[in-house]
C-alpha cells in the first residue's frame, strides 16, 4: 500500500503536468505540489512506519499462536491461552499493536489540527 500511495502520487503530479494551462500557470501549481509534498513527506513515511510497525506485531502475534498450537483454543468470540507465560507473552503483542495504533490516532489528530489551522485564513 506504501507504494501505492506514492505512485498515486505520481500520477497526481502526471495529471498536472497534462492540464491544457499556461506553461506558467502549470510552473506554479508544480512547484506549490512539490513543495507540499516535500513539507508532508516526512510525516507520511512516519504514518507508514507506524502502520507496519503495527502488521509487523500482528505477524509476530500469529506466529506465536501458531507455535504454541495447543496452548490455546477459541471458546465463543473469546481467545482462550492456557499458560500465564503464552498469556503475557501474547499480551505484550497485543498491548505493543494498541500503542502503535494509539499513536496513528494521534498523529492524524494533529495533522488535521495543523491543516486546520493552515486553513482558517481561507474561511
Do not use: C
Request: charge should be neutral; charged fraction near 30%; glycine fraction near 4%.
Amino acid at each position: 500500500y506504501r507504494e501505492q500511495h506514492f505512485a498515486f502520487i505520481e500520477r497526481l503530479r502526471n495529471k498536472m503536468v497534462s492540464l491544457n494551462v499556461s506553461e506558467d500557470f502549470r510552473k506554479k501549481m508544480l512547484k506549490g505540489f512539490d513543495e507540499t509534498i516535500a513539507r508532508i513527506s516526512g510525516g507520511i513515511e512516519h504514518a507508514w512506519a507506524l502502520q507496519k510497525a503495527t502488521l509487523d506485531e500482528f505477524e509476530k502475534a500469529i506466529d506465536f499462536l501458531s507455535s504454541r498450537k495447543n496452548g490455546w483454543t477459541v471458546e465463543g468470540d473469546q481467545l482462550v491461552i492456557y499458560e500465564e507465560n503464552d498469556l503475557r507473552a501474547f499480551n505484550t503483542y497485543m498491548d505493543s499493536i494498541q500503542s502503535y495504533q494509539n499513536q496513528v490516532t494521534e498523529f492524524a489528530r494533529q495533522r488535521l489540527s495543523n491543516a486546520k489551522k493552515l486553513l482558517t485564513p481561507y474561511k
